[in-house]
């Protein structure tokens, strides 16, 4: 049997002011405070510990939640590599600095200053604002290359209207619009590799069209006609996840999978503001802190969840969330494509040289409904959707390129989008209906005993209504 080397752990709990040791024995608190629940050993039960010297224990970095003894101390994740900066990228927040026990006590203030104005590179006029930590990351960016990212955006907001055109009509029974997180998405998405591998929820069509996966791959999902329409491996995205929040936690595990197999590869979670108040979402933040995981948690702030505006559940900007996790985090104006593809690289960046999770905070907005069967005028302020209209993603950068001389980006870009959305609804109307005995084959790999006695039975009231199987 392998042995494994005895780990210890302290967990910090913000909310009382003291840190925790778990070892083989009873929990101890090192300060304690009327009101410990316990609720600190959320790690406690999931890793092996053995007991320390108190020596040891006072040695830890207790911010991150990791012990950090003499005899196993380690970079903890604001130490820079060779040849950078010590210096955290402006508006970064939760990268430790050299006296942690500082940095423990800022987390601890509940009154803290507002949050960073969210990193924007590019200005609703289309003009570009400097910024020494996240040029570098985009100084390949030429008019050109913004051009494609403008045709990328044109392309799926095209995409999206025929979506919504074929449920209206009948054709799907659901689409969920992405109309302004346009930038969001292919900022982001345009920033992977080939060998990254994204998961999302259910609105993050622009992300899949960046991965390369095809129209009529699309579609089958929300026709009806299959669970999903593509090959997770050949795309590099695993199938929508309608379950709010849970793919937080595939993202978090195949992350893992990757550094252990000693891969450079990235993981990528795309979830909603309205997912933040899930239990997966933390838990997997806390698994992907606790084994410095190469996942990137994108929360894409659309300031609703459905009906719900994101104030209710949010006291403070969500990305300030992620720094009680150990995980640094930034805020980004989520309608700016370039300062999404800046901040995504630079989180890719952090992950591959093994330092671990980021969590970036797109804030942006909602144009449309949650989906097709939502109604947002029973809900929303239309003074806040004017408000917003002024900030859209597609707009500022069309101005941009027309600062640069390139007047003839929206006709190419408009034809290119509508050849596109006769091609989906083409491929959608193409779809041939499953056979209903189809709906038990692929369950599982190999069909269990149950989905087999099911399938019988189903067989069986088939023949008896006198219907094709």
Not at 12 to 17: D, E, G, I, K, S
Request: aromatic share 8%.
């Amino acid at each position: 049997m392998r042995s494994h080397a005895p780990r210890q752990w302290l967990i910090f709990q913000p909310a009382v002011r003291s840190v925790t040791y778990v070892g083989q024995r009873s929990p101890i608190s090192l300060s304690h405070k009327p009101g410990l629940d316990g609720s600190c050993l959320t790690l406690a039960h999931l890793l092996r510990s053995a007991p320390v010297e108190e020596a040891a224990v006072t040695s830890a970095i207790v911010s991150t939640g990791r012990l950090q003894g003499p005899e196993n101390r380690e970079p903890h994740e604001g130490t820079p590599p060779k040849g950078s900066s010590s210096d955290a990228p402006h508006g970064v927040k939760g990268l430790l600095p050299e006296n942690a026990t500082e940095a423990a006590t800022e987390f601890l203030d509940p009154v803290q200053s507002p949050a960073e104005t969210p990193l924007r590179l590019l200005g609703p006029d289309g003009r570009r604002i400097p910024n020494d930590d996240f040029d570098p990351w985009v100084s390949d960016i030429t008019a050109e290359r913004l051009a494609e990212l403008y045709e990328d955006m044109v392309v799926v907001r095209r995409i999206d209207s025929e979506g919504i055109a074929l449920q209206r009509q009948g054709q799907v029974g659901l689409w969920p619009p992405l109309r302004g997180q346009e930038a969001a998405q292919i900022g982001s998405a345009r920033a992977l590799r080939s060998d990254d591998f994204v998961f999302t929820s259910y609105r993050e069509n622009a992300v899949a069209y960046c991965r390369g996966v095809g129209v009529e791959e699309m579609m089958p999902m929300w026709r009806g006609t299959a669970a999903s329409g593509w090959d997770p491996y050949e795309f590099g995205m695993a199938p929508p996840a309608v379950i709010i929040g849970a793919q937080t936690l595939h993202a978090t595990g195949y992350a893992m999978g990757c550094a252990k197999d000693g891969a450079d590869s990235v993981a990528v979670a795309y979830f909603g503001d309205g997912a933040t108040s899930q239990g997966d979402v933390s838990e997997a933040m806390v698994f992907a802190a606790a084994f410095r995981a190469p996942v990137i948690f994108l929360c894409q702030n659309n300031h609703w969840a459905i009906s719900e505006p994101v104030s209710l559940v949010a006291r403070r900007p969500l990305a300030d969330r992620a720094p009680g996790f150990g995980i640094p985090s930034i805020r980004v104006d989520g309608n700016d494509v370039l300062a999404m593809m800046a901040a995504t690289r630079w989180a890719l960046d952090r992950a591959r040289r093994g330092d671990g999770p980021s969590y970036i905070e797109a804030v942006t907005y909602r144009m449309g409904p949650h989906t097709t069967s939502d109604d947002p005028s029973r809900y929303a302020d239309p003074a806040e959707h004017d408000e917003w209209l002024q900030l859209d993603p597609i707009a500022r950068v069309e101005r941009n390129l027309e600062l640069n001389g390139l007047h003839s980006v929206h006709e190419v870009a408009s034809r290119t989008a509508d050849a596109v959305a006769a091609d989906l609804r083409r491929a959608c109307l193409e779809l041939p209906d499953p056979r209903p005995l189809e709906l038990f084959d692929h369950v599982f790999t190999e069909p269990t005993s149950r989905v087999l006695r099911q399938r019988s039975q189903y067989a069986a009231y088939l023949d008896m209504l006198g219907e094709e199987r």
